[in-house]
């Protein structure tokens, strides 16, 4: 089946949804709702995913990352392997995007919503969309793949460091990107720290992560667009600020036309 996408342009396809929305209302009388985008972000490791949300965060604007809204046990259990990197149950993301998006649909700052490499298969998909299809009014969605060539991503994952200091992980597994000192390319250059190469990032688990991104993207592809939801492809292999820069406006246009 033929799966629509667009190269960078906005299209909003008719949604197809078998839910009643209307569960998930504003708890405070005469509160205004303000959550009108969520921008589901996905692609494969080290195609700048993190460094794409944190150049497009701005006030109104919050990041969603999965890893951060579940139990500390979970985390250390899908870093026990390869097969198991980064697999969370479907009850604890259930429950995780449900206690997420109900807090953020009543905080009348945020408008936009990122989603940091999420939903990362296609039953991630339905779970997401069954959450904010249960919001009245339902937010926008706007999925965006980032796309890099095979050659960029090794290389990104053999030079990018992390910093243990700056990020406490809970289970000392950081992954934010950061920018080394001008001084020293393995001293953080915002504490002084020294820098480590990012865990996920060795070759045997990158190419982990790697293979499971090539065995779920054609279903998360297919989860948004079999639901009417157009998915927007953004090449980030020149340069992620460019990439950043080129997708700013139109989430401005789209969150502020709703």
Known sequence: MHTPHTHMSWRVLPRRSTLEPGHIRASR???????????????????GKTTLTLRLQSPG??????REHVPQEVLAATASSSGRLGWIDEFTVGDAL?????????????HTILLDNFPGSASQVDQLLATLWTLTPS????????????????QRAKTRKVCHRCERDPIRDPR??????TEDPW??????????PRRGDS????????????????????????SGIAVTQL????????????????????SSSL
Request: proline share 8%; charged share 20%.
């Open 235 to 254: 090449d980030t292999t020149n340069t992620i600020d460019g990439a950043a820069d080129l997708l700013a406006p139109l989430l401005i246009s789209r």
């Open 98 to 110: 449900r206690s997420y998006f109900v807090a953020a649909y009543e905080d009348s700052d945020v």
């Open 139 to 154: 937010p926008h969605i706007e999925p965006i793949e980032v796309l890099t060539d095979a050659r960029t991503l090794k």
């Open 187 to 196: 001293q953080c250059g915002h504490c002084g720290g020294l820098l480590h």
């Open 61 to 66: 604007r919050r990041i969603f990352r999965l």
């Open 176 to 181: 934010l990107p950061v920018v080394p000192s």
């Open 203 to 226: 070759p045997r688990l990158f190419k982990a992560r790697l293979q499971r991104y090539h065995q779920t993207a054609a279903g998360i592809r297919a989860g948004f667009t079999d």
């Open 29 to 47: 009388k005469g509160l205004a709702v303000t959550l009108s985008l969520v921008v589901p972000i996905f692609g494969p490791p080290a195609a």
